[in-house]
Structure formats: C-alpha cells, structure tokens
C-alpha cells in the first residue's frame, strides 16, 4: 500500500520511478541499436559488388566513423550538461 501511494505521488508530480526509468532506458538503448544495425547493415548493401579487400576497408571506416560520431556526441552533451 505505502509503496502505491508513493509511485501515485510520483505520477502525480510529473515524475516516474526508478524501475519506469530503467524500462525506458532500456528501451531507448534498443531502439538505438536496432537502429545502428539498420545503418551498417544498409551501408554494407550498397557496397555490394565491391572486391572484398575495397568492401572490407570501406565497412571498417564506416564504423569507425559511427563510432567517432557517437563518442563526439556523447562527450559533447557530457560536457554541456544535457
């Protein structure tokens, strides 16, 4: 009962409680990586066609580039506090 009231009086103040975060979060953390992988996987697919050292080289920099973009990102609303 203490523990309804509590999450009702979250709610109500426009909050969400520790176990509603964590599901949004992980949420989100797989919305993102479906999306990551829809990336690479569409890139790969243009490449088709392409001799296998050329194809190889290009897939690597295109992931080396996710992955700079993204700690760029990440680093950047660290610092701006976002």
């Known amino acids: 009962m203490k523990k309804k009231i509590k999450t009702w ?6 909050g969400v409680t520790v176990a ?3 599901k949004r979060n992980n949420i989100s953390f797989l919305l993102g990586m479906k999306g ?3 990336d690479i996987r569409d890139y790969a697919d243009s490449l088709y066609g392409k001799p296998a050292d ?3 080289e290009l897939m690597y ?5 996710l ?3 993204l700690t760029h990102e990440f680093d950047e609303e660290r610092s701006t506090g976002k």
């Open 54 to 56: 050329e194809w190889s």
């Open 61 to 65: 920099e295109f992931i080396c580039g």
């Open 9 to 14: 009086l979250i709610h109500l103040l426009g």
């Open 36 to 38: 990551a992988c829809i």
């Open 20 to 22: 509603e975060s964590r």
């Open 67 to 69: 992955q700079e973009r």
